[in-house]
């Protein structure tokens, strides 16, 4: 977003003072622009993508509780969590993302935001209590329309309002924006959106915003691509040529060019009693190319803080858990960081939630708690843990229920006992084997 804007939304709603540089606002629209870049290799988004895949896969999410309160919110939750693999490789890939929800047709919806499209103020610990932000944008009759929404704390009062402009900064109306109204909202003591701030060090002293989880390793990115240039170059310049003489081709009349049997041919004029066909087929020298290639790969992993396996080869050091976790220990470090992350932000949009929900009176109050079940198979070995199980069970401190359930983990605890009950009704008796 243009600086020039920001500053004059910042004025609309009497803004005067901000923690936000205007460094901060380039730097933000720069990761963004970055990580959206489809046209080369985009190293960013393979190990957003990669990160993402073993944080969220296989994991699940839950609003814990018996009352009506926890039905809506964990509708909430089930609607976020469906975009949480969205939501986490945005916040990797760019430093930042953002969850907005809002009221709309006596439900909660939410809207997915770049970090570039939020200005943070004020903070008070690790919660924002003032921020501005580019909610949505509309296009009409070719002329683009951009909501904003300004959040303050004032003595636990949340104040929250909101602007049209159109792009050049003009005051406007848009219709479908007419219902949203400006609301004060009392006993809350942050900002109702979640910000998901990637966990990569941004290195300076400010940490307002996150960095995409590349940042720093720019120079070695150039690097590689040089190498693929280079790489390509080579294939190129030592493509296979077969000079033929020219008295092997015939002549197309209207072009009066030599007809070619393929792009391999090319006509030459022969010398007296010498081949009439030559061919250029060099050595291309792909091995020293690619030993380059995959040391500059091994070298942007270890800058990153991802153990071997993202853009090389995986190391195995054995079948244990033990060995497993060993082999991948940076990795499932970074894997924590991006968890902890995630598991902050959606707390933050539940707390939104449930404040909305007060304040519209979506669902009856009551008391609830947020549940994370994140998945271990990057650093378990299934094999290991079942035979733990089983001896657990043995021993008489694991159920036959929890044991069915690990392997259908979609069953509840009751579902699996039930199952479990069945099982044995029909499991034959001493009697029956001896036949009695």
Known sequence: ???????????????????????????????????????????????????????????????????????FLDECMNSVWAKIKRITSR??????????PYVQNGAISFDILAQDRIMIHEKRGDKITSAT??????????????????????NETLLITNRVTTEGGRIAVVEQWAGIEDRAITGVDRVLFAYLKSPVDNRRFSDFYGVPITYGCESLIAEIMECFTQIQDEYKLKEVKIFADERMFQKDPVTNK???????????????????????????????????????????????????????????????ATEIKAGLYDTYAMVCDIRAVIENGIGDYIYACDVLANYYNLAPMGEYETAFDWSYSLIESSTETWTQLKDAQALGVKTKAELRQWLNPNETIDEAQAVVDEIKKTEPTLGDLMGA
Request: charged content about 25%.
């Open 133 to 154: 932000v580019l909610a949505d944008s509309v296009t009409q009759n070719y002329v683009k329309y951009y909501r904003w929404t300004d959040y303050k704390i004032e």
């Open 91 to 100: 916040m990797l890939g760019s430093g930042g993302c953002v969850i907005v």
């Open 258 to 320: 030599y007809k070619m049997p393929s792009k391999l041919f090319f006509a030459s004029h022969g010398k007296e009693n010498g081949a009439m066909i030559e061919t250029f087929s060099p050595d291309i020298r792909s091995s020293s190319y690619y030993d380059r290639l995959m040391y500059l790969f091994d070298l942007l992993e270890k800058a990153i803080g991802t153990s071997k396996g993202i853009l090389t080869a995986p190391e195995t050091r054995g079948a244990t």
């Open 1 to 71: 977003m243009l600086k020039t804007l920001w500053e004059y939304i910042l004025k609309l709603f009497g803004r005067t003072k901000t923690d936000t540089t205007d460094g901060d606002l380039t730097r933000n629209a720069t990761y963004s622009k970055q990580f959206e870049d489809t046209q080369a290799i985009n190293f960013t988004a393979i190990f957003a993508a990669k990160m993402t895949t073993l944080s969220v896969s296989e994991s699940t999410a839950d609003i814990v509780g018996d009352n009506a309160r926890v039905d």
